[in-house]
């Protein structure tokens, strides 16, 4: 397939990359010269360089009316509709804009730009801010992820000498019948696909399966059941994300927002609820400022400042003053392991979730739901099983799956349920396929 990006800043990037390893035919394109040759030094593709004020020759010279998919996300939510529409009109089968402004996320906003030619529109803000949300509901893990409504729950987190099933082989935990399904292990630089005779270690990172109604059994199982419910939420830095964060807290849950520009906060008073938020017009870093706001009795620590290391620093701070969940923005990928090895409660990379989103749109299948797991460099996806498909066509355990694919879990009329190796899957399953190093549209034609 053939994919056009325009903006070679950070998501672009990512993007580039992420496209380029799965063998997609990329062009990339932008203004600035040494963007486009650190990229082209790293990834497999064309580069274009072109002023955003004259596109029509350089989209012609990137082939657009070849273009199964087009991406605009420079830092100019205008410019990225504009080219989307303009894209479109040069015959690109599907259009995708980035945008920094909630209105654009409105229904009839959307619709509207679906008849001007632009497919999707993405908010990486609204996205950060659904995974922060996630994070602070389910506090005890560093990443959960709901398929098909809550019918299934992925859950990934550090276990340690608490954990009831540790050093033990699976084939005596995870039997057929157990309520929950181990779908990797990150241990050290490895990542495992469990087999029966693995085991989990002190400090291994794992990714579970289980249903919703299972999860407080396996805060238990985990040793979490001491991990406080979050009800005080301390944020530092008062942008976009936070604003979504604090309008979407569940019922029962309190903020405190920092932020040092006092227009800003003025914003953020006009557009929140400031009876479940507080707005603080100071630095969030400063230990004094936390001990004042009475950080200690807060059970969730977020940093959404545009900083990587100051948001893992805050962090690291926050653990030190007894906070328990402490969640990171970090938007330069070379930070991902440092925030790991620092024990950030989640981390979220907005890059991260903009690709995840933008991949679904290459696949051909019914697929949804696509996510990349930074931690196992790995990618889950909630595919539709079509009727005569071959998933559908023997038990899993005769599929000849690949040995890096793992089947999680699958949704039937609505109930979510385990897979094993005797499970039958049948037409109109939504199944969770866990990928690793291998792409995920290779796992299509089972599918299809």
Same mark, same amino acid.
């Given at each position: 397939?053939?994919?056009?990006?325009?903006?070679?800043?950070?998501?672009?990037?990512?993007?580039?990359?992420?496209?380029?390893?799965?063998?997609?035919?990329?062009?990339?394109?932008?203004?600035?010269?040494?963007?486009?040759?650190?990229?082209?030094?790293?990834?497999?593709?064309?580069?274009?360089?072109?002023?955003?004020?004259?596109?029509?020759?350089?989209?012609?010279?990137?082939?657009?009316?070849?273009? /199964?998919?087009?991406?605009?996300?420079?830092?100019?939510?205008?410019?990225?509709?504009?080219?989307?529409?303009?894209?479109?009109?040069?015959?690109?089968?599907?259009?995708?804009?980035?945008?920094?402004? #909630?209105?654009?996320?409105?229904?009839?906003?959307?619709?509207?730009?679906?008849?001007?030619?632009?497919?999707?529109?993405?908010?990486?803000?609204?996205?950060?801010?659904?995974?922060?949300?996630?994070?602070?509901?389910?506090?005890?893990?560093?990443?959960?992820? /709901?398929?098909?409504? =809550?019918?299934?729950?992925?859950?990934?987190?550090?276990?340690?000498?608490?954990?009831?099933?540790?050093?033990?082989?699976?084939?005596?935990? *995870?039997?057929?019948?157990?309520? !929950?399904?181990?779908? %990797?292990?990150?241990?050290?630089?490895?990542?495992?696909? @469990?087999?029966?005779?693995?085991?989990?270690? #002190?400090?291994?990172?794992?990714?579970?399966?289980?249903?919703?109604?299972?999860?407080?059994?396996?805060?238990?199982?985990?040793?979490?059941? /001491?991990?406080?419910?979050?009800?005080?939420?301390?944020?530092?830095?008062?942008?976009?994300?936070?604003?979504?964060?604090?309008?979407?807290? @569940?019922? =029962?849950?309190?903020?405190?927002?920092?932020?040092?520009?006092?227009?800003?906060?003025?914003?953020?008073?006009?557009?929140?609820?400031?009876?479940?938020?507080?707005?603080?017009?100071?630095?969030?870093?400063?230990?004094?400022?936390?001990?004042?706001?009475?950080?200690?009795?807060?059970?969730?620590?977020?940093?959404?400042?545009?900083?990587?290391?100051?948001?893992?620093? %805050?962090?690291?701070?926050?653990?030190?003053?007894?906070?328990?969940?402490?969640? %990171?923005?970090?938007?330069?990928?070379?930070?991902?392991?440092?925030? =790991?090895?620092?024990?950030?409660?989640?981390?979220?990379?907005?890059?991260?979730?903009?690709?995840?989103?933008? !991949?679904?749109?290459?696949?051909?299948? /019914?697929?949804?739901?696509?996510?990349?797991?930074?931690?196992?460099?790995?990618?889950?996806?909630?595919?539709?099983?079509?009727?005569?498909?071959?998933?559908?066509?023997?038990?899993?355990?005769?599929?000849?799956?690949?040995?890096?694919?793992?089947?999680?879990?699958?949704?039937?009329? =609505?109930?979510?349920?385990?897979?094993?190796?005797?499970?039958?899957?049948?037409?109109?399953?939504?199944?969770?396929?866990? *990928?690793? #190093?291998?792409?995920?549209?290779?796992?299509?034609?089972?599918?299809?």
């Amino acid at each position: 397939m053939k994919v056009i990006i325009v903006g070679a800043d950070a998501i672009g990037a990512h993007l580039a990359e992420l496209f380029s390893k799965i063998k997609q035919s990329i062009v990339i394109i932008d203004e600035d010269e040494s963007k486009l040759e650190r990229i082209s030094s790293q990834c497999d593709l064309l580069t274009i360089k072109s002023s955003s004020n004259t596109p029509i020759q350089s989209f012609r010279d990137a082939g657009v009316k070849n273009a /199964d998919l087009f991406i605009s996300v420079t830092k100019d939510e205008n410019l990225n509709l504009s080219l989307c529409v303009l894209a479109k009109s040069m015959g690109a089968k599907q259009t995708v804009a980035r945008v920094e402004n #909630d209105e654009f996320t409105d229904a009839f906003i959307i619709e509207a730009f679906k008849r001007a030619g632009v497919t999707s529109i993405i908010y990486p803000d609204d996205l950060a801010a659904r995974d922060i949300i996630a994070g602070l509901d389910v506090s005890w893990v560093s990443q959960c992820w /709901d398929v098909h409504g =809550g019918a299934l729950t992925m859950l990934g987190l550090k276990v340690d000498d608490g954990c009831e099933i540790l050093n033990r082989p699976f084939k005596e935990v *995870c039997g057929p019948d157990a309520p !929950y399904h181990v779908l %990797a292990i990150k241990r050290g630089g490895t990542t495992i696909i @469990p087999t029966g005779n693995d085991m989990l270690l #002190d400090k291994d990172y794992v990714y579970f399966m289980t249903t919703r109604d299972f999860i407080p059994a396996m805060k238990s199982i985990v040793g979490k059941e /001491d991990h406080p419910e979050v009800k005080h939420v301390i944020i530092v830095g008062g942008g976009k994300t936070a604003a979504r964060v604090v309008n979407r807290l @569940p019922h =029962g849950m309190k903020a405190k927002i920092f932020e040092t520009s006092t227009a800003r906060c003025e914003e953020l008073n006009a557009i929140i609820d400031t009876s479940r938020v507080m707005v603080i017009n100071a630095d969030g870093r400063s230990v004094a400022n936390l001990l004042e706001e009475n950080i200690k009795k807060a059970q969730a620590f977020v940093a959404l400042t545009g900083n990587a290391e100051a948001n893992i620093l %805050a962090c690291m701070t926050a653990q030190e003053l007894g906070v328990s969940k402490t969640i %990171a923005m970090i938007e330069n990928m070379d930070y991902m392991n440092i925030a =790991g090895n620092a024990d950030i409660g989640t981390v979220i990379n907005k890059q991260a979730l903009t690709a995840s989103y933008i !991949y679904q749109l290459l696949l051909n299948g /019914d697929v949804r739901n696509i996510r990349n797991l930074l931690v196992v460099n790995a990618d889950v996806a909630e595919f539709h099983a079509h009727e005569g498909s071959r998933i559908t066509s023997k038990r899993v355990r005769e599929l000849a799956l690949p040995s890096t694919v793992e089947l999680g879990g699958l949704v039937r009329n =609505g109930k979510g349920m385990l897979v094993s190796g005797n499970t039958q899957i049948m037409p109109g399953d939504n199944v969770v396929v866990f *990928c690793q #190093d291998t792409n995920i549209s290779q796992i299509e034609k089972y599918f299809i």
